[in-house]
T-cell receptor
Framework: GENVGLHLPTLSVQEGDNSIINCAYS??????FIWYKQESGKGPQFIID?????DKRQGQRVTVLLNKTVKHLSLQIAATQPGDSAVYFC???????????FGIGTKLQVIP | EAGVAQSPRYKIIEKRQSVAFWCNPI?????LYWYQQILGQGPKLLIQ????????DSQLPKDRFSAERLKGVDSTLKIQPAKLEDSAVYLC?????????????FGPGTRLTVL
């Protein structure tokens, strides 16, 4: 299949541990921040988003933290599983027409 | 619920040839996007439709790329003539007009190789 993770930063995590994936963004005017998961040979899959007026949002096994002071976004995955192995992209959205700009991805490798 | 459908899944052409990709969004989704994803990079938006109107095509290389969404449903993306640097995965996504408006649903993509 396609290797979407080629030349990307890689995070290796032991199964069952927590994972933290970080992202820096540049546009202070972004109103939404989104995390996507992309498995090899597939399109990106929405994981979770957060509005710019929030600093934390939790989903199922995932938490997104937003620090607007330093323009930093992170995705925390609890009890990482082999199925979490993928490339993770942060993205930011501006304007009223849902324009989404993707950042550089991070490849997550889960070690069984 | 059926997802976003794209065809073909793979295409190999020689430079200067033409190619077309097809996308069928999720039923009822008003917004349709085409992205280009070069290997090792995040997807880059090429064009965004709201129903059958273009909302944003600022990053579409209009000298060689064109897209249409007739009747506000299916969409085609065409490249004519193709260049080597067009080798990439072309992703189609759709989202509903209302509700979880920032959740875009992506298709599996079409992998284009230009030789």
């Amino acid at each position: 299949g396609e290797n979407v993770g080629l030349h990307l930063p890689t995070l290796s995590v032991q199964e069952g541990d927590n994972s933290i994936i970080n992202c820096a963004y540049s546009n202070s005017a972004s109103d939404y921040f989104i995390w996507y998961k992309q498995e090899s040979g597939k399109g990106p899959q929405f994981i979770i988003d957060i509005r710019s007026n929030m600093d934390k949002r939790q989903g199922q096994r995932v938490t997104v933290l937003l620090n607007k002071t330093v323009k930093h976004l992170s995705l925390q995955i609890a009890a990482t599983q082999p199925g979490d192995s993928a490339v993770y992209f942060c993205a930011e959205s501006t304007g009223g027409y849902q324009k989404v700009t993707f950042g550089i991805g991070t490849k997550l490798q889960v070690i069984p | 619920e059926a997802g976003v459908a794209q065809s073909p899944r793979y295409k190999i052409i020689e430079k200067r040839q033409s190619v077309a990709f097809w996308c069928n969004p999720i039923s009822g989704h008003a917004t349709l996007y085409w992205y280009q994803q070069i290997l090792g990079q995040g997807p880059k938006l090429l064009i965004q439709f709201q129903n059958n109107g273009v909302v944003d095509d600022s990053q579409l290389p209009k000298d060689r790329f064109s897209a249409e969404r007739l009747k506000g449903v299916d969409s085609t993306l065409k490249i004519q003539p193709a260049k080597l640097e067009d080798s990439a995965v072309y992703l189609c996504a759709s989202s509903p007009l209302a509700g979880a408006e920032y959740e875009q649903f992506f298709g599996p993509g079409t992998r284009l190789t230009v030789l």
